[in-house]
């Protein structure tokens, strides 16, 4: 059972670099979730989508764009990195409404 | 803003002993609450759900809720060494946002 996967694992960008990263998930979840965790921040809110086609902002959107390209995925892009991005991104999903959230293993992303 | 304040620093107890967690949250329509683990280096992992106010217990771990104080707790009895870990409490608006505290560092000492 692979629940949540993203990809990669490690990033090293350089500042101006643009990426994306991949979230998909295998449990039929409506809604899906990309976090940002920061030594002493806890997980802050990047981007969620409440269902296929909707996407709306968390706490800390500017920077990031997101695309829920279909029920099982939904990417978070970096179009220009800034060291200030330099963090652990956690996607997460869920079946919606009031439900928990099931997370997958992170991508630790460096920006230098 | 919708907050979520997990306020006491890292808590050490003997192994054996009781850890208790509180948090507490600002939105009054929050709906669902939430205990998530941490181990340092991995992702978070759900340990408990709680919905409505009283105690749920599951194992050695139990959520209680007071929705009036609005305030969430997770008391972790005959704590291991396995339990050592950040703890962090998670709350859902009803609206498909979920917002998390910072988190408790939690240390059992053998």
């Known amino acids: 059972n692979a629940g949540v996967t993203q990809t990669p694992k490690f990033q090293v960008l350089k500042t101006g670099q643009s990426m994306t990263l991949q979230c998909a998930q295998d449990m039929n979840h409506n809604s899906m979730y990309w976090y940002r965790q920061d030594p002493g921040m806890g997980l802050r809110l990047i981007y969620y989508s409440a269902s296929e086609g909707t996407t709306d902002k968390g706490e800390v959107p500017n920077g990031y764009n997101v695309s829920r390209l279909n029920k099982r995925e939904f990417s978070l892009r970096l179009e220009s990195a800034a060291p200030s991005q330099t963090s652990v991104y956690f996607c997460?999903?869920?079946?919606?409404?009031?439900?928990?959230?099931?997370f997958g293993q992170g991508t630790r992303l460096t920006v230098v | 803003q919708k907050e979520v304040e997990q306020n006491s620093g890292p808590l050490s107890v003997p192994e054996g002993a009781i850890a208790s967690l509180n948090c507490t949250y600002s939105?009054?329509?929050?709906?669902?609450f939430f205990w998530y683990r941490q181990y340092s280096g991995k992702s978070p992992e759900l340990i408990m759900s709680i919905y409505s106010n009283g105690d749920k217990e599951d194992g050695r771990f139990t959520a209680q809720l007071n929705k009036a104080s609005q305030y969430v707790s997770l008391l972790i009895r005959d704590s291991q060494p396995s339990d050592s870990a950040t703890y962090l409490c998670a709350v859902n608006d009803g609206n498909n946002r979920l917002a998390f505290g910072k988190g408790n560092q939690v240390v059992v000492i053998p």
């Open positions: 997460a999903s869920s079946s919606g409404g009031i439900a928990e959230a099931f």
């Open positions: 939105d009054r329509v929050s709906q669902s």
